[in-house]
């Protein structure tokens, strides 16, 4: 389960990413809206080689490891926002898996854009791969 209330150091950042993908997105440059949201997701990867929840998980810091597993639901959530124009049907596998109710999932653009918005106890759910790894050979 997820918990918000010993989260620090959260990306103070985000609403700077939203200005960018949303100035993009008005001048209709999708391509400029999608570095955004690569770059986005290359700052997640960072994070998670730099916090190493796996070895957090070993050494039972388990308020560190929620601060950090809460941080990435949360950033991913926000990336499922930014892909909806172009994933719909990937997006809403997305807000599944976070646990994010259909109706909660269509809240206005200003409202996804805070911060915070899954709820603390969160429990994400199992499912498959939504992007698998290609195998070299293929």
């Given at each position: 389960?997820?918990?918000?209330d010993n989260v620090v150091g959260h990306d103070d950042g985000i609403a700077k ?20 949201v690569w770059i986005y997701i290359r700052e997640m990867d960072t994070y998670i ?72 106890g969160t429990k994400i759910n199992r499912a498959e791969s939504l992007f698998p ?6």
């Amino acid at each position: 389960k997820l918990s918000r209330d010993n989260v620090v150091g959260h990306d103070d950042g985000i609403a700077k990413r939203w200005i960018h993908y949303t100035e993009w997105m008005k001048k209709y440059q999708l391509d400029g809206a999608l570095d955004v949201v690569w770059i986005y997701i290359r700052e997640m990867d960072t994070y998670i080689d730099r916090e190493q929840p796996w070895q957090l998980a070993k050494k039972d810091d388990k308020i560190r490891l929620y601060a950090v597993l809460y941080i990435l639901a949360e950033n991913l959530r926000h990336l499922g926002w930014k892909l909806l124009p172009f994933m719909p049907e990937t997006t809403q596998k997305i807000f599944e898996q976070l646990g994010i109710p259909h109706e909660t999932s269509a809240r206005t653009h200003e409202q996804a854009k805070q911060w915070g918005g899954l709820k603390a106890g969160t429990k994400i759910n199992r499912a498959e791969s939504l992007f698998p790894r290609l195998d070299a050979g293929s």
